[in-house]
């Protein structure tokens, strides 16, 4: 929640005029973890649906998104787009038929796995940073960017944009997927950014980690600036959204959910409910939207949008044959034409750490660990030098051996799971316990978790491959087999 419309000390000045002038999605729900969260919005299917639902894919593990897949850069290639991605991948890499050019996209620029410096490109001390482009063949011409080591990351992707935005064939449209690596962790960035902070906010942590946002806003005001330039600005749709919240300050260093409780890893409405806005010069902005949003609606509303048009909301143009997906068109509820087409969805439903969360109406219900659920200090709160927070999340981060592990320490006992229900509407910090006095709605909510449990295949994750070492690549983490 670290944006300046929730917290006036970050300094973000190009995205806080996008969302004060467009639409603010204060109800817009993500998956808790970046690779399930990234699948569900390429493809519409929630991640129970592709095995994506426990943890992410992690560097050498051989799998990913199913090639049987179609993925919403596939969708727009076939309306006629143009298409180019930049930044962090994280939806498998074990071979080059899952990797961004052969998986729609015209280009790709950046790195395939979770996470990486953001100066030296190292993932686990080897180098990942690469631009693919599709050559005429079909095949993926790959160049590993060595020259990036060094730079920081923001800048590398402005420059990209902008290249991207420049050379591109106005006669016909652009489809730019953009997900930055800010503000993940390791928490980098210039000094300079840092500094603009010194004197407004004490603790060091949190100053780098506003820092990166004001970097990360710099690289959305180059892409403006470009679109503005080539005379494509006019017909642009801009959407921003996080992959999930912040993480608790265990694993952070510097991040606010305030006032959600919990973080990333957690099904608490402060690790899923997504910091979001959409800006367009056709629509009507200055609106703050609390109709109800996932993740999932993305692939058929943008489809829709290039189909049909921004001005088509109703149901007389029905766009591109999506088939069994999970996800709705939304944009008449996103503009205000309508109301959300939406009144549940499914956080997660997790065989291995058996738990899971559903939403459905106002109500949140969970069964098992939903992970910890710290509410984290206000964001002036978290300015105080060595912050008591901090320090104290911190110690106890160092007792497990793994974020998860840290995240959900009370392992669920799945004979006997514990059960709570909030009413999110009312009470979106989550401090009223509601389930003893409403057990038909929690016999009602279980039901719908079986419903769901029917519908999951079993997760996809597999150990790391060792036959992926990138010392058999000259260092690069590097697709290593021929199918996965």
Known sequence: ADMPWHDSLAIAPTLTGLADSGIILERHYVSPICSPTRSALMTGKHPIRMGLNHGTINAGEPFGVGVEEKLISNYMKDLGYATHQLGKWHLGYCSWALTPTQRGFDSSYGFYNGHENYYAKMTHDYFDFRSDTLGEDGKTNSEVQWSANGTYSAFLYANKARKVIKEHDQSKPLFLYFPIQSVHGPEEVPPRYRQ?????????????????????????????????????????????????????????????????????????????????????????????NHELLHVTDWLPTLTHIAACGVNEHDTHCKGPDLGDIDGMNQWGAIVGATKSNRTEFLVNVDPINHNAALRMGPWKFYRGNPGRGDWIPPPKALNNKFSTYFVEQQKEREKYESEEEYMFAEPTDPKYPRMELYNVVEDPAETNELSEANPDIVKAMLERLDYYQSQAIKPRNLPMDPASDPSNFGGVWTPWLESC
């Open 196 to 288: 603009k902070y010194d004197g407004i906010v004490q603790n060091y942590q949190r100053k780098t980690l506003l820092g990166m946002v004001t970097a990360m806003d710099e690289a959305a005001q180059a892409v403006v600036s470009a679109l503005k330039h080539t005379g494509m600005w006019d017909n642009t749709i801009f959407i921003f959204f996080s992959d999930n919240g912040g993480p608790l300050a265990g694993i952070g260093k510097g991040q606010s959910n305030y006032p959600l409780r919990g973080g990333k890893y957690s099904y608490w409405e402060g690790g899923i409910r997504s910091v979001s806005f959409v800006h367009s010069p056709m629509l009507p902005g200055m609106k703050v």
